[in-house]
């Protein structure tokens, strides 16, 4: 054989392996979905006047009854739930000028189903300026009809989910906060004490 028609055949070997993967990869594709989750939330925020996105409050809750409820469409074998965890802040500009404004916060917040807990997210947000937002949300009495309250710091959260559970609560533990006024620590069921935004679901469709 010829070095060149070996060198073809080479190329025709990976050009069929190459052709069988992208088939796998296509096959795989139609059959593993992503899109927004279907989400029931006790109290929403608001809107975010940059992305438009709904932000969710997070709020202390002793029972799985109690949390943001969303819901996994049936599926084989695990999905992925996914979603930005943030602090929940109270801005106000006068405290910052006044160099008062800075805060720090540290939120741990369980996912469970009814049988067990699948995760216990946390997030490590600081606040020191304006520019430490993440967005601004409609809806209130503010200048340009904004709330006082935003989300600071974003972590993006990844949910395991069993073939067999089709909703999963997230409900808020705990808080700790540093401000210059003092610390606290946020424990009472039904505070809010975090946000969310963002929630998708990753599954193969039965």
Not at 117 to 132: G, I, M, S, Y
Not at 141 to 164: D, L, N, S, T, Y
Not at 169 to 185: A, D, H, N, P, Y
Request: proline share 4%.
């Amino acid at each position: 054989m010829t070095r060149f028609r070996a060198e073809r055949l080479a190329a025709g070997g990976l050009a069929v392996g190459a052709f069988a993967l992208l088939c796998v990869e296509a096959a795989w594709g139609q059959t593993r979905r992503i899109e927004p989750a279907e989400v029931h939330c006790p109290t929403a925020l608001g809107v975010g006047v940059e992305s438009d996105v709904i932000y969710c409050d997070v709020q202390v809750g002793n029972e799985v009854a109690d949390g943001i409820k969303v819901v996994v469409p049936a599926h084989r074998g695990e999905a992925t739930v996914s979603f930005t965890f943030h602090a929940r802040h109270t801005y106000s500009e006068e405290e910052v000028t006044r160099g008062r404004g800075y805060a720090r916060y540290l939120v741990t917040a369980a996912v469970a189903t009814t049988e067990e807990v699948l995760t216990r997210p946390v997030v490590l947000a600081e606040f020191h300026t304006e520019a430490d937002l993440v967005d601004r949300v409609s809806g209130g009495a503010g200048p340009g009809g904004v709330k006082a309250v935003v989300p600071v710091g974003a972590e993006r959260i990844h949910v395991q989910v069993p073939e067999a559970v089709t909703e999963i609560s997230i409900v808020g533990l705990s808080l700790e906060m540093q401000r210059v006024s003092g610390r606290e620590t946020v424990e009472s069921v039904g505070r809010p004490i975090a946000v969310l935004s963002d929630v998708q679901v990753e599954y193969r469709a039965r």
